[in-house]
């Protein structure tokens, strides 16, 4: 197994079960017990959007893993969920998470992901074997 593939297998396994694992936040955190005091356009909007930010990453980790050997495809995949990760990182850098426990660790899971999505598209070997 090339680095290559590892680095992408592992890039879109995190970013597969980060999807995934947000479509059930609302369930896990009190979700139910705040939204209702908020206006209700934007108590839709924050379901939505948890929505489809979880939808953006289950898909996107399965799309970065079978990407792999389309070289040309997968430079735009792989390109697009490293700047996805990025900005996520630096936004949550600039406008921390509200919560001590998780202030810091989310910046970093954001930016070891983009990482591992930057290895894929730069050359690791002198030779790069596929």
Known sequence: MSRKY??????????????????FVPLFLP????????YAPISWALYAM??????LLTLGGIL???????????????????SFWIAGGVYQL???FPLDEAR???????FVIAILYL?????LEKVEQQ
Do not use: C
């Open 6 to 23: 590892a680095f992408n297998l592992a890039a879109s396994v995190l970013t597969f079960f980060m999807g995934f694992s947000h479509f």
């Open 31 to 38: 979700w139910e017990q705040h939204a209702a005091d908020l």
């Open 50 to 55: 948890n929505f489809s930010f979880s939808y």
């Open 64 to 82: 970065t893993y079978v990407s792999f050997n389309h070289i040309a495809i997968r430079k735009w995949i792989v390109g697009g969920m490293a």
């Open 94 to 96: 600039v406008i921390p």
């Open 104 to 110: 810091w660790i989310l910046p970093v899971i954001s």
């Open 119 to 123: 290895a894929v598209l730069f050359p």
